[in-house]
């Protein structure tokens, strides 16, 4: 059974169900694709990630983050009487207490709400109640600015910075909080 929402300010966070999917891929696949720069090679890469991602752990939300020990959460918000998903975050485990973050995005049209930090709080407070020692991500140089910056806030720290692929360059940050 899934447990039921958290609610804040009208948005409730939630577990994943199966028919959420269709919203969750549009809206990684808008989110991933504002990275693209406007040349056909990085259009390509990104379009190519979006493709792998939703065949490998999106088309497998339950086996690749909530059977290993993981999760995955929606934030809905009503519409016309409705709940619509409108954000998302995942939780990846990845052995001895460490977790990766994973698939942080919130639909265009519901940016600057505080729904992912709403999302990120409840992760955070999920991973701690959950044995999870460590949390890392990696987060688009594209966005540098504002991610960093969002992930900062939650006590993340850089680690590294790499190149994701080349012909466009684009590169990348890898972070990590130690949990108490």
């Not at 991602?53 to 519409?79: H, I, Q, R």
């Amino acid at each position: 059974m899934t447990p039921p929402c958290t609610t804040t300010s009208g948005i409730c966070i939630r577990q994943f169900r199966d028919e959420d999917l269709p919203e969750v891929a549009a809206i990684f696949e808008h989110g991933m694709m504002l990275y693209a720069k406007n040349d056909p090679a990085s259009r390509h890469h990104w379009a190519e990630y979006v493709r792998k991602c939703l065949k490998d752990d999106l088309a497998d939300v339950e086996g690749t983050y909530m059977e290993p020990g993981g999760n995955f959460w929606v934030a809905t918000l009503e519409d016309d009487g409705e709940p619509k998903v409108v954000g998302m975050i995942a939780l990846e485990p990845k052995g001895n207490g460490e977790g990766e973050v994973r698939r942080v995005s919130v639909h265009p049209g519901y940016q600057r709400m505080g729904i992912g930090r709403k999302l990120m709080t409840h992760l955070v407070h999920w991973a701690t109640t959950h044995s999870f020692k460590t949390l890392q991500l990696t987060a688009s140089y594209a966005e540098k600015t504002s991610a960093v910056t969002f992930y900062s806030s939650f006590g993340f720290i850089t680690r590294e910075t790499f190149t994701l692929w080349e012909n466009p360059t684009h590169e990348a940050f890898w972070m990590a909080k130690t949990l108490l």
